[in-house]
């Protein structure tokens, strides 16, 4: 019993939340109501305030009508409930006020409460018939007191103070309730706010985290050297997870076999230390190649008693990878139960250790360079000192050798290939300084080399040029050694003969420098491929470069390098060419299911086995074509535009028209009759008809001027377009009573100002105008995302709104949806054809009785040329 009693001051909930917040507030209002009315039946009748039971008997059939409308709520009839409760509370107030003292009575107050219930429960419709009943009825009650005057009656004060304090009641709590529930809205939406704030908060924190990532990252790929390298990881990683325990662990050559390399915290125990694929979280994640997240490693199936006893609890690993093959892990700890990993932590660390893959790799190949750095120097040396040995038979050797003293460049020996190849005669150079000989021509470079020698002891030159005593231009490669011979310094000279070799050399070059300024003025990139469609040759093309380095693509097969749908054209091409020995070609794009570049491969054969395949970027002719069928396109809807212009035009112009030629002949009526009165109407009939003209030519003419008359293009903050908009419309937002709401921070846009300001200024007039009987008009006016790397501006209202079925006729020319409302219907035409001048995009979105929203993009650049 006590539940059933109970659930009847329950608030009835629903799907619909608009239905069920309604209903709170009519149950919550009703019962209040209830509460006032039996208060006031039994003061009514101790204070004896009625000659007659009949306002008794009205007050009692209003008690009724708030049960029923309880009854009617709880099943779901909100609707009825709203409309019997406004109009039978009228007529019960109506018939108390005649009963009674008519305007004099108290129950005329009453006419307020009703006219505040029906704006709240059934729109502005009904407030506008509730208030016309109402003021209907006090009039009705003026004319009836004055055509029949009676004698005024005096209530007692005591009923009428009963009267007046239900009605003042009834009033104070439909203003708390109507209070109260927007309160509750906005406190609705201070926590949508607070949590969107939150969002953001945590986006901020991962971008940070993200920075810092980049940050160290870059650091650890400036390291060479690869102890502190590894070093420098751990401590980068671990600061970033806040924790001290951490180990890099490398797969060895073995494959199976893992050693960990460098661990800190309580990890540094086990440096050093071995394990196997499969074996534990390491060996785990080694051997599937994933990262491994166990936050309770104490009580994992497959944990390391060591690490037990080490007290780890959370254990993060992630895999080390080159090239998607794992060459170690990194692995982290938490030694306090109370800390976990987060998976946003794995997902950090995956990133982290790609990096720190590239960096370790890169030290390991840096050691590798070293050692064959070293080893290659091991072998020069050994390589000198077998020169050194060789050297003594100098007089076998075909190399030109000659030995002269350090101190006056005196020739004391020489073999017999010097002597052929400088032509000095052995009887008369032996014993004569270099100078004597004219050996060298620019005494200051001599004095140069001594002095070098004198430091370095060994000088090679790879290209020595000098002229015999024949006059014949000789090219050498010459390598000089200080050596000492009978306790004298003298320098030992060896010449090698290139000169044959250097012209060949030179024609060569001369040669290759012609084939490469031909190969380089080709656009086309060529691929020798034999009969089982191997790549075995590659020339570079000047336009199109390859997507991998030669070296990753030559001996391997086509299957492998290109995409299923090209390999199979490729391979079809070749086999077509080494059968017909003709040539074949077919285009593809790249990559495929997007073509965005476009590619002509002509494939020839040079051989029974092999093809040589010529590949030449046909993008821009692609494009071209692409383009030209966007114009012939383009034109098309222009074509059909200008048609549907011409059209509408000539319809709209010729109505005026019509107009003014029908009173026309209507005047010569009226002057012939004389009537004047008459004749003044048509008159104005035909003035309003030019008018009307006139107002379609300007807009017309407006319209051809947007895209047609160059402006002065600039960047301009979009929130001033929008406050200069405002000012336009001032008195529009002011006859409507409209809030205006601007996000702030807007961007900057590049336009013509002045016709952005038009853009804004007709679309909030539009708002304003189609308001309706919206009780709190706002109008809001901000930025949310990105179109084609365009801001999307919006400007929303909540006024009444278009149906689904007109969206697509708004933007049309002399398109009115209302015809009994101001202006041409050109306004939003002018709108589009503004935003589509500025390279952007505009469209609607909106639903009947609940407000439209505009939006549109605008470039923030100059992108084209472009005229407004």
Known sequence: MLNRIRRWF???VFEDEERTRTAQFMTSFSWIALSVLLVLIPVRLLLKTDKSPTPLLLIFGLTIVILIVQVALRWGYIKPASY?????????????????????????????????????????????IAAGLSLISIWAFAFADQSNPQTPYHANPFGFAADLSGVFILICALIYLLISGWQR???????????????EEKLQKQTDYLTALHNTALGLLNRNELMPLLD???????????????????ILPDQVTIKQEHGIGAYEPFNGSYLQKGAGITGTVCETGQSLLINNYQTWKKSQPAYIRGGFMAMLVVPLKVNETTIGTLGFSYLDEKRKFTPQQVVFMEKFAALASLAIHSAKLDEQTQAEIRERRNIETALRASEERFRKVFQASPIAICITTLKDDRLLDANHAYWM????????????TLETLDAWSDLEEHQGFIERIKIQHSIYDPDYQFTTSTNERKSAIALYELIEVNGQACVLSMFHDVTAQREAEQALRENEARMSAIFSALPDMILEIDQNCTLTGFIPSSEIQPLMPPEDFLGHNIRDLFPVSISLQTMFAVERALAAQQLHAFEYGMPPGEEVQFFEARVVPISATTVMMMVRDISQRKWVETDRENLIRELENKNAELERFTYTVSHDLKSPLI??????????QDAASGNKARLQNDVKRISDATEKMQTLLNELLELSRVGRVVNVLEYIAFEEIVNEALELVHGRLQSVKAKVQIQPDLPTVYGDRKRLVEVVQNIV????????????????????GALEGKPIFFIRDNGIGIEAKHLDRIFGLFNKLDSETEGTGIGLTIVKRIIEVHNGQIWVTSEAQKGSTFFFTLQTGPASQFVI
């Open 10 to 12: 329950v608030h009835p």
């Open 84 to 128: 019997f409760i406004v109009y039978s509370a009228w007529a019960i107030i109506t018939a108390l006020a005649w009963y009674a003292d008519g305007l004099r009575d108290v129950a005329i107050l009453g006419y307020l409460i009703v006219i505040l219930l029906a704006s709240f429960l059934l729109g502005w419709r009904n407030f506008f």
């Open 185 to 199: 809205t906005l406190k609705a939406a201070r926590v949508e706010l607070t949590e969107r704030l939150r969002a």
């Open 232 to 250: 420098s990881i751990l401590v980068q990683a671990c600061a970033m997870l806040e924790t001290k325990h951490g180990s890099i662990d490398f």
């Open 421 to 432: 190849l400088s032509g000095f005669d052995r009887e008369t150079a032996l014993g004569q």
């Open 659 to 668: 107009t003014i030629r029908g009173f026309l002949g209507f005047l010569e």
């Open 765 to 784: 007039d539009n708002a304003a105008k189609f308001m309706g009987a919206t009780p709190n008009p706002l109008i809001e006016i901000g930025h949310e």
